[in-house]
């Protein structure tokens, strides 16, 4: 039997001594740690979008408060549940509407009446143009308003 000679290796150094393989091994390393810094940032981006959205809220809330004109106030008050709804789901405020709001809460049956009522009258106002009266907004709407705006905020998002 004869043997061949295979190829001559100057040293006997083991793989894990070498240059290329450390190198080798620094491509998937780089890869994990640039996906990890990705999901940090989108943590943040999270984070800093929920605060905007909690202080957008804040401001229409005092708005609210201090409005006579029928039309704004009932698109302030759309506005308001639309970014009460996107805190709770993680989607876009202006895609909410009024169906999307009822089916993001377990409502009852006056809670989820009033919501369409708010959508409704916005809608009324702001596409069509259509008014009751001078314009101005009767202390009843806006108490009936206000209390639908403040059960929506207290009620449970569904599982």
């Known amino acids: 039997m004869k043997y061949e000679m295979g190829t ?20 998937p390393l780089l890869g ?30 005092r708005k609210l408060r201090g409005l006579s004109d029928e039309a704004e106030f009932f698109q302030t008050a759309a506005r308001l549940v639309q970014i009460q709804t996107a805190l709770m789901t993680g989607r876009p405020a202006a895609s909410v509407d009024a169906a999307a709001a009822r089916s993001a809460r377990e409502l009852d049956a006056d809670t989820a009446a009033g919501i369409n009522e708010i959508f409704n009258a916005r809608d009324e106002r702001v596409f069509a143009g259509v008014t ?11 108490a009936r308003v206000f209390a639908t705006l403040e059960r929506f905020d207290k009620s449970h998002a569904k599982n």
Do not use: I, M
């Open 8 to 27: 001559r290796r100057d040293s006997f150094t083991p793989l894990y001594r070498t240059r290329a393989f450390w190198l080798a091994q620094a491509v």
């Open 132 to 142: 009751s009266g001078n314009g101005r907004l009767d202390a009843d709407t806006r």
């Open 32 to 61: 994990f740690l640039a996906l990890l810094g990705v999901r940090f940032l989108r943590k943040d981006e999270t984070a800093s979008r929920a605060a905007l959205l909690r202080k957008q809220r804040a401001e229409l809330w």
